[in-house]
């Protein structure tokens, strides 16, 4: 063969290549588009633009007033930044950050937790599986997309405790654990449910559960309407359990004579799709409240101090101050419900600690526990506001929101990741995309979950210098 004949050849078979999309393989891995591990941009035709039908694996040209985020410097230490793609040219982080597509073709990721092995393990909602995303060789990007549990029913979160992940379904917690040490809980015995005591159907379908400090379970269950009563009791709460399943003896309404209320920890949550603990033993939980009172009512409930027993005034009441919330603050009434056991008075229920603006639907929530970012980071909550989708005049935004904690307490709001909308006035059900889940990794870079495009993105703090740039 000629020489040119060969460089022919071989130019043609590089550039098939790097064009190429994601590829599963028998054995349920997905393995990431190689442009996307060299570092390239995946990048998508000049007139290509989000819609309602984008498929997981397309990318859209960033908008016309995106700015890059800050972009890596030479170094030999600190993390590793890939090159400069499609989530850095669009998406906007604080000076001294990087952002970049860690993983794509995901089938609605939603919470993320880090594995005992220091990888990412991903909720696929819509694919009813649970995904490892390792980085092995250290690049700033994920190997593959390992398929390590499947057949789930709505999976939304999971945590690890105790040698097994529990992971929330719409309908179940289930336990997994890795008996024969394979790496994934497909195999018989692998996977058991701890418990089906929590509400399924329609309405908000996402559960979400978290250890406790006290070795019990937590569980997360929204509301099955707008601001209906709930005959179901189970629903618009915070959940515990022991971790079989049964109901403790300590709680509050483990006697109670409607057996829907026997789990309940704490109620009057319409949908605090996540929660945590503080190192003090303290549970935190976001809150998205009701729709239909305009534009700037309620505010967002995003740090409630969740304690046993309490009612937190859906649909009955809300907290009506915005950012933190004054000492003495009570809730005011929503008219358009009527007051019903256990509630009589707004003067009952417990208001939130932190609000925001309205719509802002605030779903997956960490607090930053590493020492990679500054020390004006640490400790604080990033919150993954999911944005509006029926605001009545302003759409709010879809973005990652830092609430910075002081003397262990919420006090002030700032934006982290934005640059998901086209424009200020579009709605986020429309955007290109938006986060849905925050994680903190083994090296302490922040993972967030982007459940409209199916992308999951890394973010790290490279400063002035000390990042290493792979090109």
């Known amino acids: 063969m000629r020489r040119t004949q060969r460089v022919v050849l071989i130019s043609a078979l590089l550039l098939t290549v790097l064009i190429a999309g994601v590829v599963q393989a028998a054995d349920g891995k997905i393995f990431l588009p190689m442009a996307m591990k060299l570092g390239v941009p995946l990048m998508s035709p000049p007139t290509a633009k989000p819609s309602a039908s984008v498929s997981p694996t397309e990318t859209a040209l960033p908008s016309a007033t995106a700015s890059p985020s800050a972009t890596a410097t030479h170094g030999t230490d600190g993390p590793v930044v890939p090159p400069p793609d499609a989530a850095s040219a669009r998406l906007q982080v604080p000076d001294g950050f990087a952002v970049r597509m860690y993983a794509s073709g995901l089938r609605e990721p939603r919470l993320m937790t880090t594995g005992p092995d220091g990888a990412l393990y991903v909720a696929s909602r819509r694919g009813a599986t649970i995904v490892r995303l390792a980085d092995a060789d250290n690049d700033g990007l994920a190997d593959d997309v390992q398929v390590v549990a499947s057949g789930l029913n709505g999976p939304h979160n999971l945590e690890w405790f105790d040698g097994a992940f529990y992971v929330a379904e719409n309908d179940k917690v289930s336990k997994l654990t890795d008996l024969n040490g394979d790496g994934s809980f497909t195999d018989a015995g692998e996977r058991v449910t701890v418990t089906s005591n929590i509400p399924s159907g329609g309405g908000h379908t996402s559960r979400t559960v978290h250890i406790g400090p006290d070795g019990k379970l937590y569980v997360a269950a929204g509301s099955s309407s707008n601001n209906n009563i709930e005959t179901d009791k189970r629903r618009a709460t915070i959940l515990r359990f022991n971790l079989d399943g049964s109901i403790p003896a300590d709680n509050p309404f483990a006697g109670d004579p409607t057996e829907t209320r026997r789990p309940v920890w704490a109620e009057g949550l319409r949908n605090s799709v996540d929660f945590l603990f503080l190192p003090d033993g303290r549970l935190w939980a976001d809150h998205n409240g009701s729709d239909g009172l305009g534009n700037d009512a309620p505010p967002e409930e995003i740090v409630i101090q969740v304690e046993r027993g309490k009612h937190y005034g859906w649909p009955f009441c809300y907290t009506p101050s915005l950012g933190v919330t004054p000492a003495g603050t009570s809730e005011v009434r929503d008219t358009r419900v009527a007051l019903a056991a256990p509630v009589t008075s707004c003067d009952q229920v417990t208001p939130a600690l932190f609000t925001d603006e309205a719509h802002q639907a605030p779903l997956g929530m960490t607090r930053y526990d590493k020492s990679q970012f500054p020390a004006a980071y640490q400790n604080s909550l990033f919150v993954a506001y999911h944005g ?53 990794g083994a090296a302490g870079e922040v993972f967030v979950s982007d459940d409209r495009n199916g992308n999951i993105y890394r973010i790290v703090y490279v400063g002035s210098e000390g990042a290493l740039s792979r090109h």
């Open 388 to 440: 509006s989708w029926n605001a009545d005049q302003t759409p709010r935004d879809c973005r990652v929101q830092q609430i910075v904690v002081r003397d262990g307490q919420p006090v002030e709001a700032r934006p982290f990741l934005t640059g998901f909308r086209d424009t200020p006035s579009q709605e986020c059900g429309s955007a290109w995309g938006r986060p849905a889940g925050v994680a903190v």
